[in-house]
């Protein structure tokens, strides 16, 4: 059994930002499980051809080590897994990482207000608190299609991606037009014989500038503060202006206008333009940012196929008309098990309670990060978390400011264990239903936002700034201590 203050589980950029803000407070009493080989989270799994980020870098990097590349806006999968590497490495993380370390289940011992963490392989930690940043995105989902098992050829998924797999001269077939599909596209559809796109509903797609800074920002990108005023930029101009039109029918509408005029302008043929073009409103589900996903679609080796598919063969995929198209691969861009937040692993709290089962009809958690019952447990990109229009890692260090703040009052009060009260995630979920009633989430088509109950799970439904606002509250005007106050 290995005993210590805080175990934190997953090394993506929420896992790394905790890990940072606990040696900057100057605790090294802490370890930190990856069920992967590597570090990175998502920019580990996904390596597929294309794999970028559609944010820019100088706003998706951490505060305490902002991105100052003069040379890429969006920097390619390989130089965000570097970058996170690299910030393991200057803030001496790599001691403290257990690598190929699933976890299997987490169990708070009453008596010893501590958290038993068992491994998939057996292994027993003992830990006075658990920091939870397994994402959100991490659990593929290659789509219940019936035929899946059948298809002799190689089964991709953009985070299951096996390099081995010779892409050059085949006929691939591509099941999803997500952000996945959109990035891939174009690297996959020059090199294959043939791509056929199998699209179930087409997403809206706004332009996305360069990957390279041109000359002139290169330069500008010189000048002594910047980078900081490019990032603030970049912060404010999505928080103003793309986080609201979920709420705004108005900013909605002039958004779609920019995504039709997208699409006129890189699609000429009228009738590939109708199959492209969303019946829903825009941010029903996430917003590609997205400039050579259409122009790949109008190649001569790539086809869009609208009909929906009835079921995988042997040797391809067939359609509701009879039509059946062969295929050397498929790439499954069927997205992620995204609403069973922290599963496969199993949560046992105070009373023998279980988050799997109270979690069976929807996540919720008191500001995504805290459960009533689960007492020092903390989620980070917990339930209603996710920023669809900003960034994610911006969002995960608020988070992380107030799991340090509440750790701070839970050592100030002298507590063994704190946790969320349940009038404060009762009240905080009155507020939570009544903003994401103004959204168009819970009129709006399924998404990986969504519960299949229909509860809305994943996105934040306001904006970055009033997450940051919010999170400004005082721990103890929320949570409560844990039974009798400990000798500390
Ligand atoms: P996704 O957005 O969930 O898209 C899945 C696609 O597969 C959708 O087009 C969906 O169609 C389709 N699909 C699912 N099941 C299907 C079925 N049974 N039959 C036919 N089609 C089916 O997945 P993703 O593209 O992998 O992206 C997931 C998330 O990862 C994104 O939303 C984004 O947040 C993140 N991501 C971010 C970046 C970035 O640059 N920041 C890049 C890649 C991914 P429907 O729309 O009809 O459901």
Same mark, same amino acid.
């Given at each position: 059994?290995?005993?210590?203050?805080?175990?934190?589980?997953?090394?993506?950029?929420?896992?790394?930002?905790?890990?940072?803000?606990?040696?900057?407070?100057?605790?090294?009493?802490?370890?930190?499980?990856?069920?992967?080989?590597?570090?990175?989270?998502?920019?580990?799994?996904?390596?597929?051809?294309?794999?970028?980020?559609?944010?820019?870098?100088?706003?998706?990097?951490?505060?305490?080590?902002?991105?100052?590349?003069?040379?890429?806006?969006?920097?390619?999968?390989?130089?965000?897994?570097?970058?996170?590497?690299?910030?393991?490495?200057?803030?001496?993380?790599?001691?403290?990482?257990?690598?190929?370390?699933?976890?299997?289940?987490?169990?708070?011992?009453?008596?010893?207000?501590?958290?038993?963490?068992?491994?998939?392989?057996?292994?027993?930690?003992?830990?006075?608190?658990?920091?939870?940043?397994?994402?959100?995105?991490?659990?593929?989902?290659?789509?219940?299609?019936?035929?899946?098992?059948?298809?002799?050829?190689?089964?991709?998924?953009?985070?299951?991606?096996?390099?081995?797999?010779?892409?050059?001269?085949?006929?691939?077939?591509?099941? +999803? @037009?997500?952000?996945?599909?959109?990035?891939? =596209?174009?690297?996959? /559809?020059? *090199?294959?014989? %043939?791509?056929? $796109?199998?699209?179930?509903?087409?997403?809206?797609?706004?332009?996305?500038?360069?990957?390279?800074?041109?000359?002139?920002?290169?330069?500008?990108?010189?000048?002594? +503060? @910047?980078?900081?005023?490019?990032?603030?930029? =970049?912060?404010?101009? /999505?928080? *103003?202006?793309? %986080?609201?039109? $979920?709420?705004?029918?108005?900013?909605?509408?002039?958004?779609?206008?920019?995504?039709?005029?997208?699409?006129?302008?890189?699609?000429?043929?009228?009738?590939?333009?109708?199959?492209?073009?969303?019946?829903?409103?825009?941010?029903?589900?996430?917003?590609?940012?997205?400039?050579?996903?259409?122009?790949?679609?109008?190649?001569?080796?790539?086809?869009?196929?609208?009909?929906?598919?009835?079921?995988?063969?042997?040797?391809?995929?067939?359609?509701?008309?009879?039509?059946?198209?062969?295929?050397?691969?498929?790439?499954?861009?069927?997205?992620?098990?995204?609403?069973?937040?922290?599963?496969?692993?199993?949560?046992?709290?105070?009373?023998?309670?279980?988050?799997?089962?109270?979690?069976?009809?929807?996540?919720?958690?008191?500001?995504?990060?805290?459960?009533?019952?689960?007492?020092?447990?903390?989620?980070?990109?917990?339930?209603?978390?996710?920023?669809?229009?900003?960034?994610?890692?911006?969002?995960?260090?608020?988070?992380?400011?107030?799991?340090?703040?509440?750790?701070?009052?839970?050592?100030?009060?002298?507590?063994?264990?704190?946790?969320?009260?349940?009038?404060?995630?009762?009240?905080?979920?009155?507020?939570?239903?009544?903003?994401?009633?103004?959204?168009?989430?819970?009129?709006?088509?399924?998404?990986?936002?969504?519960?299949?109950?229909?509860?809305?799970?994943?996105?934040?439904?306001?904006?970055?700034?009033?997450?940051?606002?919010?999170?400004?509250?005082?721990?103890?005007?929320?949570?409560?201590?844990?039974?009798?106050?400990?000798?500390?």
């Amino acid at each position: 059994m290995s005993i210590t203050r805080f175990l934190i589980v997953g090394t993506g950029f929420g896992g790394i930002e905790m890990a940072v803000a606990l040696q900057k407070a100057g605790i090294d009493d802490f370890v930190m499980l990856e069920k992967g080989n590597d570090i990175g989270g998502v920019w580990r799994d996904n390596s597929y051809p294309g794999c970028s980020c559609d944010v820019p870098s100088h706003l998706y990097s951490f505060s305490f080590a902002p991105y100052k590349g003069r040379e890429k806006r969006f920097p390619p999968q390989q130089d965000i897994l570097a970058y996170l590497r690299q910030v393991a490495t200057d803030f001496r993380l790599w001691p403290h990482i257990r690598l190929n370390t699933a976890v299997a289940q987490a169990a708070f011992q009453e008596a010893q207000k501590r958290w038993q963490v068992i491994t998939a392989s057996g292994e027993m930690y003992d830990a006075e608190c658990v920091i939870f940043a397994v994402g959100q995105l991490h659990r593929p989902d290659f789509a219940d299609i019936p035929g899946r098992q059948d298809f002799l050829g190689p089964k991709l998924h953009p985070a299951v991606w096996d390099h081995a797999v010779d892409l050059r001269e085949k006929r691939i077939a591509i099941i +999803g @037009t997500g952000s996945s599909a959109a990035q891939m =596209l174009p690297s996959l /559809a020059s *090199v294959a014989r %043939s791509v056929t $796109v199998y699209q179930r509903s087409p997403g809206w797609i706004l332009p996305k500038p360069s990957s390279d800074f041109g000359l002139l920002s290169r330069l500008a990108l010189r000048v002594p +503060g @910047t980078h900081y005023l490019y990032r603030k930029s =970049l912060y404010y101009g /999505a928080d *103003v202006l793309l %986080s609201p039109v $979920v709420r705004s029918r108005l900013l909605g509408r002039a958004a779609e206008a920019v995504g039709r005029y997208h699409l006129r302008r890189q699609v000429k043929d009228a009738s590939l333009r109708l199959k492209l073009l969303p019946s829903y409103p825009i941010g029903s589900k996430r917003i590609l940012f997205d400039s050579h996903f259409y122009p790949a679609l109008t190649r001569s080796n790539v086809r869009l196929i609208t009909e929906s598919i009835t079921q995988i063969t042997a040797t391809g995929i067939e359609t509701a008309n009879g039509e059946r198209i062969a295929a050397d691969i498929i790439v499954f861009t069927t997205g992620f098990k995204t609403s069973e937040f922290l599963a496969p692993i199993s949560i046992l709290g105070r009373d023998s309670r279980s988050l799997n089962e109270e979690w069976a009809s929807g996540a919720e958690a008191f500001m995504g990060l805290a459960v009533h019952g689960y007492p020092n447990a903390f989620i980070i990109a917990g339930p209603n978390t996710f920023n669809p229009a900003g960034s994610n890692p911006a969002m995960k260090e608020v988070q992380v400011a107030y799991i340090m703040r509440c750790l701070r009052w839970k050592q100030d009060t002298g507590a063994d264990a704190v946790e969320v009260r349940k009038g404060a995630m009762e009240g905080y979920r009155e507020w939570l239903d009544g903003k994401m009633n103004r959204t168009i989430w819970p009129a709006s088509v399924n998404s990986w936002y969504k519960h299949e109950s229909g509860k809305i799970t994943n996105p934040w439904p306001a904006s970055a700034r009033s997450f940051a606002k919010m999170m400004r509250i005082h721990p103890g005007d929320s949570f409560q201590v844990v039974g009798d106050l400990g000798k500390r």
